[in-house]
């Protein structure tokens, strides 16, 4: 058993052997393939290394020429460079001198053309805004188109262009005194194009169809205003419209349509009451209602007077007017004594004095309340216009406009309605006094035949 054991063990370390050293033997041949593979590496880089030394080599000739080609440019270059910088400056030399020949024969005309080129730019913007052009259109192109010519390239200007120039300021002067009629596309109030006649006052005004036209330089557009101006200026201008060459009176704006666009924007009697807000439109409902019930009295009393007078004149006694139903008491109390007639007639008197001063007390308080109600207003708009300087501050005066307007509306609207409540109630308030004196004294001549009488 012993000897089997020790057999195995004999085996199993010489397999052991055998395997190591068959390990070690394929390493060797892997190293020197690796070895080998290296040294034909190095060969063949070696030889390519060779080859394109060759080349190098073989074309050095070739870029030696082409290096000499390129300096042989450069120079050629160098010496051109150098002629034209020599020619530049004989140029300028000669360009000096010519300009020095152009001085001293221009003279004054040099003079002549700076302001010529000043007088087509000053005469340009006329031309532009000047309603003339919207009969002769164009004018303001050449002038511009000269001066701009004139103020870049320094060129003359030639006798045409002068003559043109002469001729368009000259025109302009013969215009400006013409009153005459022509066609053309008016932009009207809704937007829409359509060609009409229209009459040109000058430079001072165009109307068509009874209504100022305003002229845009910029488009070159006829339209009509938006707003037209009071309607006394509308009718003279369709009167000059119509006219066949008689005298027609005109409003006209010298100052080109300035004072014409002011004008149009000077707000109408609604548009200001508009600026009183809801205060101004109480006062001049509390001052209508007013004015109605001094209508009603003015006629009343005046109904009644009339009828009075009738009564003071007739013998017989009507009781369709107040002094007929107080003399009336004294056919109704013929036995009366002075005393009781004089009571009974107190009583008729007293009856008809709240009839004759009926809503005389409600026109007297809306005379005193107008004013109030105005001063409302103005205190409401105030403090609309320091809430506004509150907020944006006093840079812009539009802003507080709106609670000045307020402010100013109400108080005359306050004042408008309160003057004649106080006048109308004056005059009532005396008429009805009249007619009860009227029944006083006749009340007291009725008393005094009573007691003749007795």
């Known amino acids: ?137 164009g004018r303001a192109d050449f002038l511009d188109n000269m001066a701009q010519e004139m103020g870049k390239s320094s060129k003359l200007a030639s006798i045409d262009e002068i003559e043109r120039v002469w001729f368009e300021m000259q025109r302009e002067m013969t215009e400006s005194g013409k009153v005459t009629k022509f066609t053309t596309n008016v932009v009207e109030a809704g937007g829409e194009k359509v060609s009409k006649e229209v009459v040109r006052v000058g430079p001072f005004a165009l109307v068509s169809d009874g209504k100022y036209l305003d002229y845009n330089g910029i488009t070159g557009t006829v339209a009509e205003l938006i707003r037209q101006p009071a309607d006394r200026y509308g009718n003279s201008a369709a009167d000059l419209q119509a006219s066949n060459g008689e005298l027609v009176q005109l409003g006209i704006d010298p100052t080109g349509g300035s004072i014409l666009g002011l004008l149009v924007q000077a707000p109408d009697l609604q548009e200001r009451v508009e600026q009183g807000g809801v205060v101004g439109y109480i006062i001049l409902i509390v001052g209508a209602f007013g004015l109605l019930l001094a209508l009603e009295r003015l006629i009343t009393l005046t109904l009644v007077r009339t009828k009075v007078n009738k009564q003071l004149k007739s013998k017989s006694i009507n009781p369709n007017n107040p002094l007929g139903r107080v003399l009336k008491v004294r056919e109704d109390f013929p036995k009366a004594d002075v005393e009781a007639l004089e009571l009974h007639l107190t ?63 109400t108080t005359v609207l306050g004042l408008v309605v309160a003057i004649p409540m106080t006048l109308l109630y004056a005059m009532l308030n005396t008429r009805s006094k009249n007619i009860v004196y009227i029944l006083q004294e006749q009340a007291s001549g009725v008393i005094a035949e009573r007691a003749e009488r007795g």
């Open 1 to 137: 058993m012993f000897k089997q054991m020790k057999w195995l063990a004999v085996g199993l370390t010489a397999a052991t052997l055998s395997v190591s050293a068959l390990a070690q033997d394929d390493r060797a041949l892997d190293l020197d393939a690796l070895l080998k593979q290296l040294e034909e590496g190095q060969f063949a880089q070696s030889q390519q290394n060779k080859q394109r030394e060759q080349a190098f080599i073989s074309q050095r000739a070739q870029q030696d020429q082409i290096l000499a080609d390129t300096r042989t440019t450069r120079d050629q270059k160098l010496a051109a460079s150098e002629a034209l910088e020599t020619q530049f400056e004989e140029n300028e030399f000669k360009l000096a001198d010519l300009n020095q020949a152009l001085d001293a024969r221009l003279g004054s005309l040099k003079e002549l053309f700076g302001v010529l080129q000043q007088v087509a730019g000053d005469t340009k913007s006329k031309f532009q805004n000047s309603m003339i052009s919207a009969q002769i259109p």
């Open 347 to 409: 009583e008729a008197i007293l009856g008809e004095v709240p009839k004759l001063g009926r809503n005389l007390t409600i026109i007297k308080i809306i005379s005193v309340v107008a004013p109030l109600m105005g001063l409302l207003g103005t205190v409401t708009g105030m403090i609309n216009t320091f809430q506004a300087i509150t907020l944006f501050g006093t840079g812009d005066p539009k802003l507080m406009a709106g609670g000045i307007s307020t402010a100013l509306v």
